[in-house]
């Protein structure tokens, strides 16, 4: 059984870190497809990042580029995000995805696998 557990959220002023993580059990590590999405009230679900975690190919969402770094530990089987330079527009609620190989990985109807989420909130 997949099992997705996300930790890390908070809430940080403008310009602060976070680093979120996704501990991951119920399948091996390296043969998933994962992918970290956000939802902000009123908002559908938009794809973050996306790792393809046999090759290593990331994906990102153009609004992150060059502030989030998506990256995997697979002897942990657990998967990061590092969000630097953060903005109010990033205030959402975070979540981890995974499944068996994605195509277009940042589009959530891929994934059937989610964890319960994990807030992030960017005020001053």
């Known amino acids: 059984q997949v099992q997705l557990v996300e930790s890390g959220g908070g809430s940080v002023q403008p310009g602060g870190s976070l680093r979120l993580s996704c501990a991951a059990s119920g399948f091996t590590a390296g043969t998933y497809t994962m992918g970290w999405f956000r939802q902000a009230p009123g908002k559908e679900r938009e794809g973050v990042a996306g790792i393809y975690t046999d090759s290593g190919s990331i994906y990102y969402a153009d609004s992150v580029k060059g502030r989030f770094t998506i990256s995997q530990d697979n002897a942990k089987n657990t998967l990061y995000l590092q969000m630097n330079n953060l903005k109010p527009e990033d205030t959402a609620m975070y979540y981890c995805?995974?499944?068996?190989?994605?195509?277009?990985?940042?589009?959530?109807?891929?994934?059937?696998?989610w964890g319960q989420g994990t807030q992030v909130t960017v005020s001053s």
């Open positions: 995805a995974a499944d068996r190989r994605v195509w277009a990985p940042l589009l959530p109807s891929r994934y059937n696998f």
